[in-house]
């Protein structure tokens, strides 16, 4: 667990305050379509407004690649924004920098917020520019990232700017590490880890440092089709990465080597095609015939999976297991995830999840309330998960130690 300052330890009343969020939500018509990641830093705006600070928020939206794009601006977001904090009014200032920013953040009273302009509006932001973080630093007094779902981004809001202000962590960047913290780093065992998704080129480095780090791993949704290849089987049309059958074979021999048992289909949903209610049966996993897709794990694994909770004290979720927008292809991931989410409900097994297809897997199988934790980020949560160091994370914790 990273050590940085948190909210307990800034003296914030009276201060105008800098807080980068993640407001990055999907929109529609003009309006956000999802606002969990509204909701989910609603709290560490609020603290600090009921605390007397002056709160300036920042935060980017798309990418609009440094210009202003009319569908990329926040404006709709303030509106949404002051919902989440019940009411509680939230300024707008049509720039993140420049006269209009400034005059919106000195006109700030103890405990009234602002939303700033789109920060990738301005080329500084992505390439983490020394000015730019200068001139937003210039805006505030003390600085707070509650944005952990961009921590794996070293732009200037998040890297630059951690090291221009006395910096904190909001209470969202702090739940977000501690429980990623509770699932990798001090886990109760066994641990298991379910990785999921279309494809293991995308996944190779997490799949190392998961079969170093859990008990065992289960490997399901399209990439498993490039194991079960990579070890002889037919997978017929499916999704596969043929080319990668020898990284495959290295994967399941370092796992072997380090006592991480891998856990595979043994059974499938198969198809003629990727179509809604296409013409779909379950086969052994011995029997894809060439003409066939897998796209969904069988009833058979399904049920071994749930089992396997049963065993385990800590879970950690990335990757549907199927192709689960298109049912009946959601059905091995409806009852993995319901047998996940009805273990941690009762207590015996702590679920942590993540990544953006995986959360609306979870939602649709109508169980993410039920897991133990539910991360608001997609790559950040990913590239933690691989091991690697988040320089938004990693710029806290200098400002704690300078
Ligand atoms: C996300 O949604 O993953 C974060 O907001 C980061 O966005 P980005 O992938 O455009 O950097
Ligand atoms: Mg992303």
Redesign the pocket.
Same mark, same amino acid.
């Given at each position: 667990m990273p050590e940085f300052r948190t909210l307990d330890d800034l003296d914030v009343r009276g201060k105008r305050v800098l807080v980068r969020v993640?407001l990055?939500v999907p929109m529609k018509d003009g309006k956000p379509s999802d606002t969990t990641r509204i909701d989910r830093v609603a709290p560490t705006i609020d603290e600090l407004a009921r605390k007397g600070a002056r709160v300036i928020v920042l935060s980017?939206l &798309? #990418?609009p690649k440094g210009k202003p794009v009319a569908e990329y601006s926040l404006a709709p977001l303030a509106p949404a924004l002051e919902k989440s904090l019940g009411g509680r009014k939230v300024a707008f200032a049509r720039d993140c920098v420049g006269p209009e920013a400034s005059a919106v953040a000195a006109k700030l009273q103890d405990g009234q917020v602002a939303l700033l302009e789109n920060l990738r509006f301005e080329p500084g932001e992505e390439a983490n520019d020394a000015k730019f973080a200068k001139a937003l630093a210039a805006l505030g007094e003390l600085y707070v990232d509650d944005?952990f %779902?961009?921590a794996? #981004?070293a732009?200037a809001s998040v890297e630059a700017l951690a090291r221009l202000l006395p910096a904190a962590a909001g209470r969202l960047m702090a739940a977000e590490l501690s429980h990623l913290a509770a699932a990798l780093e001090r886990p109760e065992r066994p641990l298991s880890a379910l990785v999921g998704g279309a494809k293991v080129s995308t996944k190779l480095a997490l799949l190392g440092n998961l079969v170093a780090k859990v008990d065992s791993l289960i490997i399901g949704g399209g990439m498993a089709n490039t194991f079960l290849a990579a070890l002889g089987y037919q997978v017929g049309k499916s999704l596969c990465e043929h080319d990668l059958a020898e990284t495959a074979r290295a994967v399941l021999a370092s796992a072997a080597a380090r006592k991480c048992a891998i856990l595979l289909p043994t059974d499938a949903v198969v198809a003629a095609g990727l179509e809604a209610g296409s013409a779909a049966h379950v086969v052994d996993i011995k029997a894809v015939s060439a003409g066939e897709m897998i796209l969904d794990i069988g009833p058979r694994t399904a049920a071994a999976l749930a089992q396997h909770f049963e065993g385990c004290r800590t879970l950690v979720w990335n990757g549907p297991l199927g192709a689960f927008e298109t049912p009946p292809f959601d059905a091995g991931t409806n009852v993995v995830a319901r047998a996940a989410a009805a273990l941690s409900k009762a207590g015996k097994l702590l679920s942590i999840a993540g990544g @953006?297809d995986t959360v609306a897997a979870l939602h649709h199988a109508g169980v993410a309330q039920d897991f133990s934790y539910v991360s608001t %980020? @997609? &790559? %950040?949560f990913l590239e933690w998960l691989e091991g690697k160091e988040l320089p938004g994370v990693a710029a806290l914790e200098a400002a704690a130690k300078a």
């Open positions: 993640d990055n980017h &798309g #990418r944005a %779902a961009c794996h #981004r732009h @953006g %980020a @997609g &790559g %950040a």
